[in-house]
């Protein structure tokens, strides 16, 4: 049988040995979405680089103004939607990796809940007559935290989705408003 503070103190160790796997799994994942982005915006810039020195030739090539006018519009559309798939990609790596790092807080949140609990039980049992109360006190203050900690969880999740949606509908709302504008230009 262990004393309490043996007990504590294999549960402060494993408490800490599971922080640090946490840290470093969130640290694996914020490396990934970085390279996501850093891979997004070296294939963007060799596109662009690609794209913009053929439209440069072809307006270095323009006989006339209005020659010049009409391809200058002409990219107009076709470099708007893909500044906006742009940051559609952009905000699906975020996403995701937003995702990834709620799924690896909340599954060690979970861990870490059964093993305190486990030990407050563990502790409970072991405790001298008259104990009880505190340790009804610390189970009840630990899932506070927890309910606390649920909601908090609960609200970004919600934030998240909020800015998704809005995310999503200034991207259509972009594109309807360079669409209208490409076919105002085209009219004249």
Known sequence: ????SEQFSTAIKANFEAQLAM?????GKALEG???VIELNVSAAKASAAESAVTARQLLSAKDPQEFFALSTAQVQPNTEKALA????LTAIASGTQVEFTEAVEAQIANTHGKVIGL???VAKNAPAGSESAIAILKSAFDNANAGYEQLTKSAKQAAEVLETNLTAVTNQSVQAVEKTVKQADKK
Not at 23 to 27: E, P
Request: charged share 15%; net charge positive.
């Open 23 to 27: 840290i470093n799994a969130l640290t």
């Open 86 to 89: 742009y940051g559609r990609h």
């Open 120 to 122: 407050l039980n563990d």
């Open 1 to 4: 049988m262990f004393s309490i």
């Open 34 to 36: 970085v390279t996501k």
